[in-house]
């Protein structure tokens, strides 16, 4: 049987996770162009169609599984992508 894992660890364990992933992708040396017709575009870190708008969005500030209708395309060879916004 598994080790008894008390809540205040397993969200410890659980903010550790979602750090890493966000710092993952965010460290990613490739970029793309994110276009939404209410956002607007932005140039984001990406190793995948997903991540990119993951990206956006938190440039966005929206929930990122709410933007159905952006389009992500490659960026051009001299775009520079934004730096990671601070979240609290």
Known sequence: MGRRVDPAE???????AEKRARESRWSTPGRARVVHP??????VPNSSNLTAIQNAAEVWRCDW???????????????VPVKMPYII
């Open 38 to 43: 209410v956002h607007g575009t932005v140039v």
């Open 10 to 16: 397993r969200f410890r364990i659980q903010a550790d």
């Open 65 to 79: 599984a709410e933007i159905t209708d952006a389009q992500v395309w490659a960026a051009e060879p001299g775009d």
